[in-house]
């Protein structure tokens, strides 16, 4: 199963490898940063306050929605979790996106396998997210049951890890 979902990193990531490699050097804002994937996310942390935060000595695992997975949220949902007076909400939202410590690839796929094909973990939020596989896929399942896979692993940065994901997860 990890040979599965290793191959199937590896060919959905391919053009992640040079940004990977450079990305050693950087912190997990300026990898976000740099990505054309991940201008909404961006400017998410930045209305949230949370560029400083994240630019911390961590480590942390962010599972970054690309902006394919805000273009899901109903119309008007980003515009309006942007606005300054909805600030709580978002950097809420947001940090539940974020897990303390460095979980790679590896690590993700080894405690599933530990968990007897599930793992629970903790967000920065103090929400709580699943991690499973479905078929050669890691999917996360969040507090009110929506899912998203993981599309691309590994981003290690100076202070933590990204791994891209196709949904944003939603805490109660």
Do not use: C
Not at 101 to 122: H, M, P, Q, R, Y
Not at 140 to 162: F, M, R, W
């Amino acid at each position: 199963m990890k040979t599965l979902f290793a191959f199937a990193v590896l060919a959905i990531g391919m053009t992640f490898s040079s940004a990977a490699a450079s990305a050693q050097s950087k912190s997990i804002v300026d990898i976000a940063v740099g990505s054309p994937d991940h201008t909404t996310l961006v400017a998410a942390v930045k209305a949230a306050d949370l560029v400083g935060t994240l630019q911390g000595a961590g480590p942390f695992t962010v599972f970054a929605p690309a902006n394919s997975a805000f273009d899901k949220l109903p119309a008007g949902t980003v515009a309006t979790l942007l606005k300054p007076e909805n600030k709580a909400t978002l950097a809420k939202i947001l940090t539940y996106h974020v897990v303390a410590g460095n979980l790679d690839s590896t690590a993700v796929v080894n405690a599933i396998k530990k968990g007897n094909g599930k793992v629970e973990l903790t967000t920065v939020s103090g929400g709580r997210l699943w991690a499973m596989m479905e078929g050669k896929n890691v999917v996360l399942k969040d507090e009110k049951g929506g899912k998203s896979t993981i599309t691309a692993v590994d981003l290690k940065g100076t202070n933590g890890v990204i791994h891209v994901i196709d949904t944003v997860v939603m805490p109660n």
